[in-house]
């Protein structure tokens, strides 16, 4: 049986006179939309905001995640924007994972990021298993599991978890995104299904290979930290594509090897 997702305060037309009233209260003269919304628009209108800086209406469909980002702060602000997000951290903090969580500098460190935001994004435990026998046989390596506490996500946790390399894997689930920071950026290479961890390791600096299975491309790819994989007989990717058993390991495995030599 699904579950019916809880109504929030914000939702529909009610929430959004609502999201008005929460919004005047703080008298805010500017706003940044960084999306063709209309209903943000009559939003923050209602709310009295005044100085409306947002894409252009009514332009969502097939719309480039980046581009218009750039293109908005380019001519509000007059900034240049590179594609390549950075997430600077404490080098003490680096080092303080490297002991507590006994990370060996010499062996082959992968974050593993099995996770995702939903069934068709979350690529099966064997494909995982498949690149971790290869690679282990070539190299010394220790694998960080970050997922969330989702039961599919823990089922695929669990698969890895008891296989021949749980020795060599370290769940980061019980841990909050900040903790798992210096964990990543101590990180060789990470290997992404579509999810927030993708994003983040990218933009530690760490080489990501990203398994677009469902998305658009252009999520997995707009930075040069990463380095995508589209299903097999597929040219390119995005929603409803449904390729996440189509995502072959030997890909993935020759990408790991091509970025760490």
């Not at 189509?246 to 020759?254: A, S």
């Amino acid at each position: 049986m699904s579950k019916t997702r809880k109504k929030e305060r914000h939702d529909g037309l009610v929430g959004a006179f609502r999201l008005a009233q929460d919004l005047k209260k703080y008298q805010f003269n500017k706003v940044f939309i960084f999306n063709s919304s209309l209903r943000f628009n009559m939003v923050v209108r209602l709310a009295g905001i005044r100085n409306i800086y947002q894409y252009p209406l009514f332009t969502k469909k097939n719309q480039h995640i980046i581009k218009p980002a750039v293109k908005l702060i380019k001519k509000s602000l007059n900034v240049e924007v590179n594609n390549n997000p950075q997430i600077d951290i404490d080098e003490n903090l680096v080092k303080l994972a490297i002991s507590k969580y006994n990370i060996n500098k010499k062996e082959l460190n992968i974050l593993l990021a099995i996770g995702g935001s939903g069934p068709t994004k979350r690529i099966p435990a064997n494909t995982f298993l498949s690149v971790m026998k290869k690679i282990t046989n070539v190299k010394k390596c220790n694998f960080f599991l970050a997922t969330g506490k989702d039961e599919e996500e823990q089922k695929i946790l669990s698969q890895i978890m008891s296989s021949e390399f749980k020795e060599k894997c370290i769940p980061l689930d019980h841990l909050t995104i900040h903790e798992t920071l210096p964990i990543i950026k101590n990180c060789n290479a990470s290997i992404c299904n579509d999810t927030g961890f993708g994003h983040i390791s990218s933009a530690l600096g760490i080489k990501t290979i990203t398994l677009m299975a469902d998305t658009p491309l252009i999520y997995g790819s707009y930075s040069s930290n990463m380095y995508p994989i589209i299903p097999d007989g597929e040219t390119s990717v995005g929603h409803d594509t449904l390729g996440k058993d189509k995502i072959n390991p030997e890909k993935i495995y020759n990408k790991l090897i091509s970025i760490i030599n």
